[in-house]
């Protein structure tokens, strides 16, 4: 796959506050190992080679176990998944799909179960940060960076 085009040449003032919500999400407390579970379960909601290929080895760097990787697709049935990212993933799908237009109260109730308000903000902020993220990488088609060995 070629890229179409680049976003930090054709538009950087839109690729620089992309980044500055990217900044805004690492450093909301949230931990990090939470926030590439999300990320790279709204990466493979959405099919964004790019961004999988980018978060699972930060995941892997933030406490993210192997089985927790490989089991993510799946997550509702596998153990490796605390009440806390459990409560994450949900959240994540259900804002990554707005089915209905709406996020369902018992997902909302799972979320204040185990997150404070600002929390559930910030962790919002970083859902949407990688869905606007996939949809960027997706339409520019812009191919994933891959380890030499995967070549």
């Known amino acids: 796959m070629e890229a179409r085009f680049d976003f930090s040449k054709v538009a950087g003032d ?21 926030l590439e579970l999300v990320k790279i379960r709204a990466s493979q909601m959405n099919g964004c080679a790019f961004c999988l290929a980018m978060h699972i080895p930060l995941g892997r760097q933030h406490g993210v ?9 799946a997550w509702r049935e ?6 806390r990212e459990r409560a994450a993933l949900a959240w994540t ?3 990554t799909r707005l089915e209905g237009g709406d996020v369902p109260d018992a997902v909302y109730e799972q979320a204040c179960a185990q997150f404070s308000t600002r929390e559930i903000a910030d962790l919002s902020f970083a859902v949407a940060e990688i869905n606007a993220w996939n949809r960027l990488m997706v339409c520019s088609r812009t191919p994933p960076q891959l ?3 995967q070549h």
């Not at 176990?65 to 697709?73: C, I, K, M, S």
């Open 14 to 34: 839109g690729y620089k506050a992309m980044l500055g919500v990217h900044g805004y999400v690492q450093h909301s407390g949230l931990d990090l190992g939470l």
């Open 65 to 73: 176990t192997e089985d927790q990787l490989n089991l993510l697709v």
């Open 78 to 83: 596998a153990p490796v998944f605390s009440d």
């Open 93 to 95: 799908e259900s804002l």
């Open 147 to 149: 380890a030499p060995a």
